[in-house]
């Protein structure tokens, strides 16, 4: 019998996870480089247009279904990309660079939330995310509980991985 580990058959890992609660406020939430500067940032969000996420530079804005609540958002960071979730709604993938090596989720207009999660290396990293709940559903039990619940609407998972630049692809590419 060979046991194979993950990493000889190609499997991408969890290496490091962060849970916490975000304010939701105007319908979003953003995830920005640990480093970037509160002035102003939520105003220099892009507009989503009917997008579930934009991005804009070091920040990634996320559409909530709910115009208001306390989300419960879940980074993971990966060694390689991760196998797709096989439940929640996908949200969509995209590239953010993070210019300190660090993330961290933003309660717009309020600021960071929680902690950063260090990712390692500055760079490109590839994101994907996914939402649980939400949706008309939650939005009528919000309305029919007295007083408004403003917990346990939604979650998100949001898949985090290192992305190499185009010259480091390249270069890997050559030898």
């Known amino acids: 019998m060979v046991c194979l580990s993950y990493r000889e058959v190609g499997v991408a890992a969890v290496v490091r996870v962060s849970e916490r609660v975000v304010t939701v406020e105007r319908g979003q939430f953003a995830l920005c480089d640990e480093g970037a500067p509160f002035n102003d940032r939520p105003w220099e969000l892009p507009a989503l247009e009917g997008r579930q996420i934009a991005v804009n530079g070091s ?31 996908p949200l969509g993938e995209c590239v953010l660079e993070v210019p300190s090596g660090a993330v961290t989720a933003w309660a717009v207009p309020h600021g960071p939330a929680g902690e950063p999660m260090a990712l390692g290396d500055p ?42 630049a185009p010259e480091e692809a390249v270069r890997a590419g050559r030898r």
Not at 69 to 82: N, S
Not at 148 to 164: A, I, K, S
């Open 123 to 164: 760079g490109p990293y590839a994101v994907r995310l996914y939402r649980h709940g939400g949706g008309p559903a939650a939005r009528a039990r919000q309305d029919a509980a007295d007083p408004p619940l403003f917990t346990g609407l939604e979650r998100y998972v949001v898949q985090l991985w290192r992305r190499p």
């Open 59 to 89: 920040g990634l804005t996320v559409a909530s279904t709910v115009a208001m609540h306390d989300a419960d958002v879940r980074l993971e960071l990966w060694d390689g990309p991760p196998p797709p979730e096989s439940a929640g709604a």
